[in-house]
């Protein structure tokens, strides 16, 4: 279990990775008297703070505003090393993060984005103008949007947060867009809250709002 940008007695650690005890397990482990239990600060290439971090297969990343790296274990005791995979470009909005076969989907600094730990897409290009709000956005609003995978259709929905009754759907099999309206009919709660709850069994993620 790996933490990323930590609060520790109340105060942020925007550059810091902890990871638990390989020995006693989660419950407790991330005391670092405890064997293997430990942490680093991220600041070998900028010091922007940590935005987030997603997991492809088996490999691990991490992400600022404007670059995403790779969290490599390099012994028997999980201590990792760091090494930057993309420069430029990184993750603003840590909820639209979702994942499916091998492919991260997210909102990065200037666009939306598909990688695949190798090669870094821009997709968004059909929607930016709705996006765009985002990428001047400071504190709380960049936080808002929410990714999550709809796999019975290949589709990455993506909810803005301060579009609330309008869903953009990314057809990842298809490669194309489109808008759905989620306000359920006679109802004060929004569509994908209401959806989270009543089937949330259709989607790999977490509705949140």
Same mark, same amino acid.
């Given at each position: 279990?790996? !933490? ?7 105060? %942020? ?7 638990? @005890? ?11 008297? =405890?064997?293997?239990?430990?942490? #680093?600060?991220? @600041? ?9 971090? +997603? ?12 670059? #995403? ?12 090393? #760091? ?22 989907? +997210?909102?990065? @600094? %200037?666009?939306? *984005?598909?990688?695949?730990? @190798? ?15 985002? +990428?001047?956005?400071?504190?709380? %609003?960049? =936080?808002?949007? #929410?990714?999550?995978? &709809? ?6 929905? !993506? ?8 869903? +953009?759907? *990314? %057809? &990842? !099999? ?28 259709? *989607?790999?993620?977490? =509705?949140?709002?």
């Amino acid at each position: 279990l790996v !933490l990323v940008r930590t609060i520790e007695n109340g105060v %942020d650690k925007p550059n810091r990775v902890r990871w638990n @005890s390989t020995t006693f397990g989660p419950a407790g482990g991330f005391n670092t008297a =405890l064997v293997g239990a430990n942490s #680093i600060e991220v @600041s070998e290439t900028s010091s922007e703070p940590l935005t987030g971090g +997603f997991v492809i297969g088996e490999r691990a990343f991490l992400t600022r505003a404007h670059e #995403i790296l790779e969290l490599i274990p390099n012994d028997t005791d999980a201590v990792f090393s #760091i090494e930057s995979r993309v420069s430029g470009t990184g993750l603003i909005s840590p909820y639209s993060v979702a994942v499916v076969e091998n492919t991260a989907f +997210f909102i990065g @600094s %200037d666009n939306i *984005y598909m990688f695949d730990g @190798s090669s870094l897409r821009a997709i968004g290009d059909p929607v930016l103008d709705a996006v765009c709000p985002l +990428f001047e956005a400071r504190g709380n %609003d960049q =936080l808002r949007p #929410i990714g999550v995978i &709809y796999p019975r259709r290949g589709e990455y929905h !993506l909810l803005l947060g301060f579009t609330n009754e309008t869903i +953009f759907v *990314y %057809d &990842y !099999l298809r490669q194309r867009w489109s808008e759905r309206d989620m306000t359920p009919p006679g109802s004060a709660q929004d569509g994908p809250t209401t959806m989270g709850t009543v089937s949330a069994a259709l *989607y790999s993620g977490a =509705l949140e709002t």
